[in-house]
């Protein structure tokens, strides 16, 4: 590290590499390729000492209650190790193989169990995914436990649902190749929930269609209507 480097945060060095090469570095985006090895653990305690701020500012006295002494370092674990891990680790290595038996038919994968927070609130969102891929002779296959890996990874940041499927859906798209692809994603939201109207039994779902789901209704009939639905 330069001398000159001295006593920045990391936070603000990653920023600024991000800056440089004209990225966007939203909520729901990926950083992991400007963070450089050690750093995630120095921004593991610069977010500790801001959340220790912010508890601060509520007025809750850490150093006396026993109850929140060490919260503003569980906290920032949680959010950089578990909850918003997607945004700051690369994605899950994905074997891909070719269609050797030119399987052609209708394949569906899920209830996946899903868990994200929303970018507005971050109040949890907790939901199941289910996916549709319709393969060719060219496609990729790949194990059905990276649907799984990858829809971890891609819900593993600040979201709001529309933009989670569409997300996933890329990359599965970009990783398979299929001449079909169907998302249907059904959500609970804390944030409707546990605030505001507090309405606990609404559910989001939302999905998206390409190819020839997109083209075909008889195809998109028979994913929604074998789509396993939980009870």
Known sequence: M??????????????????????????NDNIADFIEPGELEQ?????EHKM???????????????NTNDTARRV????????????????????????AEHLNELMIVGPITVRSACSHHLCPVIGQIWIGVLPNEHTNV??????????????GRPQIQEEAVVQLADLIQQKTQPDGLAIVMEATHFCMGWRGVKDVDSKMINSVMRG????????????LSLMPRRS
Do not use: C, Q
């Open 76 to 99: 920032a674990k949680m959010y950089l190790n578990e909850v918003f891990r997607g945004r700051y680790v690369k994605g899950p290595s994905v074997t891909e193989f070719p269609n």
């Open 2 to 27: 330069h001398s000159d480097d001295e006593g920045t945060p990391v936070s603000l060095k990653i920023r600024e590499r991000i800056r440089a090469s004209r990225r966007r570095f939203h909520a």
């Open 52 to 66: 220790k701020g912010v508890l601060d500012s509520l007025v809750i006295d850490t150093a006396n209650d026993h």
């Open 142 to 155: 790949i194990g059905l436990s990276k649907y799984a890996r990858l829809a971890e990874w891609v819900m």
């Open 43 to 47: 921004l593991l305690d610069e977010v």
């Open 212 to 223: 020839s789901f997109l083209k075909d209704p008889n195809l998109r009939r028979e994913f």
